[in-house]
């Protein structure tokens, strides 16, 4: 198309057509805004109906480029079902994270305990490794993924502190500590977890672990189910503690997939150590290694034990394989305080969760409900006591009776030598008479 000049002011239509605008010549109101005529009109080209029409500036669109990532970071924010914390708030909660506080650490964080000013409640504060994570993006997602999940065996999520390179999270502070330490080294003037407080423990972990698989949306892999994780309260309800952080672990890209087993060897299932990853299926693997630990109180792993016994799995297996031994299985501070068939059942329940390939394994669901009628089940009758080598009674009769026999015949013999005796005097009186 060819060009035409222009030759009047504002009383042409602009030739952008196809945008459906009109672009009169701007008349200024203000003679100081006047600029001085161009000595030469600038000629106008028409642009072709079928050219891209023109785009104002970026600017002109929308917010700046800078302003996207705050904004997606405060909606995230407000997505968490939490509180967001400053970091000298928990700084001084924890008397800025002295080692007196420390009360547990994983691969990649430290826990410690605090009190809030504000509130005076006492918290757990995980404090993550600050390396782990690329930006706050990833960190909040799975924040607010985890701060929507809430069952009575879980260990609710207070809230979170991402300021800077910080990245922390505030738990429910659990005063009874972990299962492991109540099962596990336990001092002297320390009663023993007895039968039925086991059996209540294995059952609310694996309602946890349940509600964790087939209920909460998005379905979450623990990935690091272990005793120490499972935290008891006062009342010795067990929660689980922990949860989600193998994602969370993975979510800046920079710790390997390992990093949340890390210090669980005994626990990991065996398509983990073939592969490095980890399934539902693996998690109920962890279960049954735990339900081992219940049933005996031993640890997962023992080096101070012999060889064949280091491994709590491999030294129970032989007796999965014979009922008749599974009261070897059983903790020696249990006593014989347990119910025969509860033992059975538990053991069997164990043996299903560690088996070698995870597609025979059980589904969460049918072990809630096998531990929940076991649960139920009241402690009397208790179980028999194992099996010890009595004597036979019949030597102690025989005893009897010969001592009786000796008795007997001694008194017999001495009975016959006084009879003899008295034989012998009549004799001898009759041998004087006839003499005399």
Not at 8 to 18: F, L, Q, R, T, V
Not at 338 to 349: D, T
Not at 370 to 378: C, D, H, R
């Amino acid at each position: 198309m060819s060009c035409f000049p222009c030759f009047g002011g504002g009383k042409k239509k602009n030739a952008h057509a196809d945008t459906g605008r009109f672009e009169a010549a701007a008349v200024p109101l203000d003679g100081s805004h006047m600029t001085p005529p161009q000595a030469v009109p600038a000629p106008v080209h028409v642009i072709p109906a079928a050219s891209a029409p023109m785009t104002p500036p970026r600017q002109m669109i929308g917010r700046p480029d800078h302003a996207h990532k705050p904004s997606e970071d405060a909606s995230m924010r407000l997505a968490i079902a939490g509180q967001a914390f400053a970091f000298r708030e928990l700084a001084a909660a924890t008397d800025h994270f002295t080692p007196y506080n420390l009360v547990g650490e994983g691969g990649f964080f430290r826990v410690y305990k605090g009190q809030l000013e504000k509130t005076g409640q006492t918290v757990a504060i995980k404090q993550l490794d600050r390396h782990g994570f690329q930006g706050n993006k990833e960190f909040l997602s799975e924040v607010s993924k985890l701060s929507r999940l809430h069952h009575e065996n879980l260990v609710d999520i207070i809230g979170y502190c991402a300021e800077g390179d910080q990245r922390l999270l505030v738990y429910e502070f659990m005063s009874a500590g972990t299962l492991e330490e109540h099962l596990l080294n336990l001092p002297l003037d320390k009663k023993p977890m007895d039968w039925c407080t086991r059996m209540k423990v294995a059952y609310g972990a694996a309602q946890g672990l349940e509600y964790l698989h087939e209920k909460a949306n998005p379905p979450v892999v623990y990935g690091d189910f272990k005793a120490s994780n499972i935290l008891l309260d006062a009342s010795l309800t067990p929660k689980l503690s922990d949860f989600g952080l193998a994602q969370l672990g993975q979510a800046g890209g920079n710790a390997p997939v390992s990093t949340p087993m890390m210090g669980s060897f005994g626990c990991c299932a065996p398509e983990y150590d073939r592969g490095g990853q980890v399934t539902m299926k693996s998690d109920v693997y962890s279960l049954g290694v735990v339900l081992v630990q219940l049933i005996s109180g031993r640890r997962a792993v023992d080096t101070s034990k012999p060889v064949a016994e280091q491994n709590v799995v491999t030294w129970a297996m032989p007796m999965f394989k014979d009922q008749k031994r599974y009261h070897e299985l059983v903790d020696p501070l249990i006593k014989s305080e347990y119910p025969a068939k509860a033992l059975n059942q538990v053991v069997a329940m164990a043996a299903m969760c560690l088996q070698e390939e995870d597609s025979v394994r059980p589904l969460m669901a049918d072990v809630v409900m096998t531990l929940g009628f076991l649960n139920a089940m009241p402690p009397d009758p208790p179980a028999a006591s194992i099996p010890v080598p009595v004597p036979s009674a019949s030597p102690a009769p025989k005893e009897d009776k010969t001592s009786d026999h000796s008795d007997s015949s001694s008194s017999s013999s001495s009975s016959d030598e006084e009879h003899n005796e008295e034989e012998g005097e009549e004799e001898e009186e009759e041998d004087t008479e006839e003499q005399q």
